[in-house]
Every structure is written in C-alpha cells, then in structure tokens.
C-alpha cells in the first residue's frame, strides 16, 4: 500500500525495456527517503523469471500478469490492467517512461482516475511534506517548472528514456512476486483489438548508449564540415551528435538532435563542437561523464559546464584530432 509503482515496458526479446530500470533505479532513491517500497508491474506474455532484472533495480514487488493474449503492447488490456490494480493497491505515485507506449498510456490511465500527470519530467524528488516534485522544462524550455500534486493519490509522471540513471542495487530483504490472475482483471472486451500484422523496422541511428559522442552545432558551419566529425567518431568508437540548430540546417539527421527535443545522453565523453549551450541542448547532454567544447567564443555558455574548453576553429581543431587519432593509432 502507498508505494511506488513503475509501469514496466518489455523488449521485442522479452526483457525489461532500458527506461522502465532506469525508473525502478530512480524509485529505489525516492522510496527510501519516506521508507516505502518500490513495486513493478509487468504485463505480457512468457514472463517467467522477469522478476530478477527488477530485483537487481531495487525493486521490492514485481506484479506479474502473465497471459498469451498480451504478448505485445496492446491499450485497452493494460490500461483495464492499469486502473484495476492501482485502485486496489492506492499506490503513493506510478511512473511511466515516455515512450509511445507511456504516452498512449499514462493520460488515460490518469484521465480515468482523475489524478494529474506531469509528462516528460528531467527531475524527481520528494519535499518536505512528502510530495513527489515533478520537474520538467516549460514555456519553451525557458523555466524549469516543479509540478506538485498534493491533494489527489496517485501522483503520476512521465519520465523521458535516458534521463534517469540505471543503477544496481543489493537485492531488497523483501523481494517477492505477486502473480496476478487475468480473469481478475480483464475482460473480453479489452480485447476487441486484434494485432493482424506487425512491421518492425530496425532504428538507423542510435546515439543514446554510445559511450563517445562527437556533437556538431551551427558552428561546424556545413554538412560537408560534419563529416570530420563522423570520421572522428569513428576513430574514437563513438557516435555524432547535433544541436538542433544544426539539424534544421541540414548538417545532420533529426535523430542525432541531443536535448530537449531530441535525445537525452550521458556518454562517457561529450565533445561539442561549435555549440553555443543553449539550456534546450545542455538539458540533454549535462549528465555526461567530461564535456569537451569547442567554440571560437571563450564564453560560450556551453564552456561554463565543460571541463576541457578550446578556444579556436572547431573545424581546424577537430581536423587535428583526426591527425592525431590516427597517427597514434596502433594498427
Ligand atoms: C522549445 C525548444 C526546444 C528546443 N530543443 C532543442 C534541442 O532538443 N536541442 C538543441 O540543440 N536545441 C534545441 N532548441 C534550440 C536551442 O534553443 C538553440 O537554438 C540551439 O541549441 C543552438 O544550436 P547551436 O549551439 O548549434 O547554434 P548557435 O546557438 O548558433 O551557436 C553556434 C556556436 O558556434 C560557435 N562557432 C561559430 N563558428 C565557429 C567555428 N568556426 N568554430 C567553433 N565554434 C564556432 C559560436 O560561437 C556559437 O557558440 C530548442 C529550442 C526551443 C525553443
């Protein structure tokens, strides 16, 4: 009771989706500073043994509904699933990622028990009263807003992939399994619905767990320049990046745009290159182990977070690089 529930999505393989642990990681924190429980809920199909990657997340309980009718996403059954389970067990919050699958389902599931639901938080914590802060950029990025909901339970949030840390934790004193029965909870009419066919197709470009990225702004001053940086990437193992600047101009694909708007990163090395640090574009790339900036103007905003800054031509000090890289590469 009062606890906090992650909605869990699964993989195409049949694990834990990466967002759904770095929720339950995140949960462990906030739970243990009011001494509650951190509870998952996992709907699907073949779940058996699911419940040992949440318990290495910190997770206390894992509800279970295990039925061949679920075995890929579907609303109507989750949400019946959803709403069910939570007027029953009153949870203190349930988090969702913001996913489409979160984003189809987190409103419904708060429309219908009429509690609020803050979307696309950068931030959790606890106040003094006990409240869940949800915080999260508004008016354009221009403020960051903390959003309480003190009066109605649960306080629900939406939490983008990639923002909060995955951690392991020691597996919890109490750690148990609630298998939940389908008839309990579903319907024939929650399935109505029925999957004919299903298309997948393979994401071209993945920068989120890169360990190195190479990240161009308008600075790199053309899609020709950028491509000094996919061969610095490619000496490094890394991956490019870009600020939206660059990709409204051409330079680079949509799905490389780090921030706000685009991916939420923490590689092990962030090299930005002609990037002013715009708060849209930091919020994406703030958490990364060393930030290295490079940018003609001493005070780029983007340098106050850098531990490296070198002031100079990004195209002239990456070319550099590249020389560098390769006259010291051993093969
Ligand atoms: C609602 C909203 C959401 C947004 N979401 C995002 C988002 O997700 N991601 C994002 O990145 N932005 C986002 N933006 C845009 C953001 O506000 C900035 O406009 C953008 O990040 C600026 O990109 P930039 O740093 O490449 O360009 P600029 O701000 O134009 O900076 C270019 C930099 O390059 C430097 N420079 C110029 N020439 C050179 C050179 N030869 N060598 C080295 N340095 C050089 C300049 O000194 C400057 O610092 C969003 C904006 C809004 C309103």
Redesign the pocket.
Known sequence: MNNIFVYCELKDDGHIADVSLELCSKARHLADRINIDVEAVVIGNKLKGIENELFTHGVNNVFCLEDSRLAFYQTLPHFSVMTKLIEREKPYSVLFGATPVGRDLAPRVASYLRCGLTADCTALDIDENGNLMQIR?AF???IIATILCPDVRPQMATVREGVMKQEIFERQAHATVTNLTAADFLEPADFIVNIIERKLEEKRIDIKGAPIIVS??????SKENFKLLHELAGLLGGEVG????????GFAEPER???????TVRPKVYI??????????R??MEQSSLIIS????PH???NSIADYVIT??????VTKMIKYCKSNNKK
Do not use: F, K
Request: hydrophobic fraction near 35%; proline fraction near 4%; glycine fraction near 24%.
């Open positions: 950029p354009g990025g221009n161009g702004g308008y600075g790199m001053g870009a600020t939206r600047a660059a990709v409204d101009a745009q780090v921030g706000q708007t685009g991916v930005a290159c002609g990037i002013s640090g715009a708060v849209q574009h919020s994406g490079i940018n003609t103007d780029a905003p983007l100079g031509d990004a195209v002239d000090v």
